[in-house]
């Protein structure tokens, strides 16, 4: 289901069993000055089973496709930047931003208004307190929690 609202470019791929909510902007170009007046090749591609409640944006890509993995839920104002890759079973949710060439891990929870600055991978099973900044200088481990600003990890996500 796709919202009459909801702008997608025609460089987006979305597999079966996909939500789009209102006012998401999908495939639009990525906000990196070195490639705003190129054409680019690259999609986004959203795996099968994802939710994107309304109001997100996703950028495609500049060096490769922006990938929204299986069975993710995106709530309300997220924005996934250029290049990104989110893997499976992701929630993100309202205000997370993740800037451009980061990796978001199978199974990782981030809480609202969290961000992640570019080019910083989040490894899986994370889990990241709400209004949490991962800079490029903090160290993530797989399982883990996360909370401050800057972040800083807490305790383990082993259940």
């Not at 987006?12 to 902007?25: H, K, R």
Request: aromatic share 6%; glycine share 12%; with cysteine.
């Amino acid at each position: 289901m796709i919202h009459e609202t909801a702008i997608i470019y025609p460089n987006v791929i979305i597999e079966d069993n996909v939500y789009i909510g209102a006012n998401c902007i999908i495939g639009a170009k990525a906000e990196h000055k070195a490639f705003w007046n190129k054409e680019s090749e690259y999609k986004v591609i959203i795996k099968s089973g994802t939710i994107i409640t309304g109001a997100a944006t996703i950028d495609s890509g500049t060096e490769r496709d922006t990938i929204i993995g299986s069975n993710c839920f995106i709530m309300k104002g997220v924005h996934i930047g250029h290049d990104c890759i989110i893997g499976n079973n992701v929630t993100l949710s309202p205000r997370v931003l993740i800037g451009g060439h980061s990796t978001i891990g199978d199974n990782t929870n981030m809480g609202m208004g969290s961000i992640v600055h570019q080019r910083v991978d989040v490894p899986s099973g994370c889990m990241i307190g709400m209004g949490t900044i991962i800079t490029k200088k903090t160290e993530l481990k797989e399982d883990s929690c996360y909370v401050g600003n800057p972040a800083r990890y807490l305790r383990s996500n082993k259940r």
